[in-house]
């Protein structure tokens, strides 16, 4: 009985639980075809599928907690799928839609973003266990990814072009690659209970959120995200420049 319960234990620990894992792997699915179409300059396509990989890398961890599957293997296969959906796939896709035309100015700063969400992503991986859980240190990799894509999409979508846009691209990339290595922190909503009783009236910028998505969804999540991204230059500048409390 012994080496019989011995081998279902050695095989369970090396099986993986199915459903979290799939969400995991349908985003990494969708950060490769955005990958893919912006090699066919299909850039519409790869900024809808960044952002559906955010969709399905915010899912894969809440499953993964409601149906009490967490394992090692799926926080590591987590890890190795962000730094493709939004680590590779935006630096890739800005790169091929406006930050050749930069030569190697171009390249440079879409390695710098790059870069930047392995070194993210590393330091949050190492940092789990003792950060501060409301709050991100440096811009999450996914917010990023949104600001480079959500910035492609609502270009194409208002058909802007010149070489404002270009340069815009350019900062626009810098500006989130470099924001993720930061030491600025962003509040991460994790202590948020959608459980708890709130004012009626809460629910008001709520419909105004949904009903301007339904509009316009490039325009909408990519002045959502611009939000965000200053929201941690603005908390730090107000932590800065506030009078220190008395004593």
């Not at 999450?140 to 691209?169: H, I, K, Y």
Request: positive net charge; charged residues 15%; hydrophobic residues 55%.
């Amino acid at each position: 009985m012994y080496p019989t319960a011995k081998r279902k234990l050695d095989l369970r620990r090396q099986s993986i639980y199915l459903l979290p894992n799939s969400f995991t792997l349908a985003a990494l699915f969708s950060g490769f075809y955005a990958i893919v179409q912006a090699m066919n300059h299909r850039f519409e396509y790869s900024a809808v599928a960044i952002f559906v990989a955010m969709v399905l890398d915010g899912m894969d961890g809440r499953v993964a907690r409601m149906t009490h599957t967490q394992s090692a293997f799926g926080a590591e296969f987590d890890s190795l799928s962000d730094m493709v959906s939004f680590g590779v796939a935006p630096a890739l896709v800005a790169y091929e839609w406006m930050l050749l035309g930069f030569g190697k100015l171009g390249w440079i700063v879409a390695f710098i973003y790059c870069a930047a969400a392995a070194l993210r992503l590393a330091r949050f991986n190492t940092q789990l266990e003792v950060a501060d859980k409301r709050f991100f240190q440096g811009m999450p990799s996914p917010t990023a990814a949104a600001l480079v894509a959500g910035f492609v999409w609502v270009s194409l979508e208002m058909e802007w072009s010149g070489p404002a846009l270009r340069w815009s691209a350019l900062a626009i990339t810098a500006f989130a690659g470099l924001t993720m290595v930061s030491n600025i922190r962003y509040y991460s909503f994790k202590e948020l209970n959608v459980r708890k009783t709130v004012p009626f009236f809460v629910l008001l910028p709520i419909l105004f959120v949904l009903v301007a998505i339904a509009a316009s969804p490039p325009v909408a999540l990519f002045a959502l995200f611009v939000l965000y991204g200053l929201s941690g230059y603005a908390h730090a500048a107000w932590s800065y420049f506030r009078p220190a409390q008395k004593a």
